[in-house]
């Protein structure tokens, strides 16, 4: 089991950018998949973006696509995710996971969580 740590999160405005970091232990790692999850007050945990272990393919919900950027450094045992052009509605608790089987696209395909990190984006 992969154990995970997010942190980069923070207030920032409307239009700024922020780059997260989820730093993961085991040797499990370079051969899992890993997402971005976020959730905020009284919503449901929504996907945010997905990279395969080889940063061979990635996957990005509509509602991100064109902002968010996921990437991955096996070397480190880091896992990004670049944000830009922030809106005030991408606030929430953003979370890394490591994938286990099923949907990439669903939280209760992935095993292993990092405790969160906020991200508040200011009218």
């Known amino acids: 089991q992969v154990q995970l740590v997010e942190f980069g999160g923070g207030l920032v405005q409307a239009g700024g950018s922020l780059r997260l970091f989820c730093a993961a232990s085991g040797r499990t790692f370079s051969t899992t998949t890993m997402g971005w999850f976020r959730q905020a007050p009284g919503k449901e945990r929504e996907f945010v973006a997905t990279?395969?272990?080889?940063?061979?393919?990635?996957a990005y919900a509509d509602s991100v696509k064109g902002r968010f950027t996921i990437s991955r450094d096996n070397a480190k045992n880091t896992v990004y995710l670049q944000m830009a052009s922030l809106k005030p509605e991408d606030t929430a608790n953003y979370y890394c996971?490591?994938?286990?089987?099923?949907?990439?696209?669903?939280?209760?395909?992935?095993?292993?969580w990092g405790q969160g990190t906020q991200v508040t984006v200011s009218s």
């Open positions: 996971a490591a994938h286990r089987r099923g949907s990439f696209y669903y939280s209760v395909s992935y095993d292993s």
């Open positions: 990279i395969t272990w080889d940063s061979g393919i990635s």
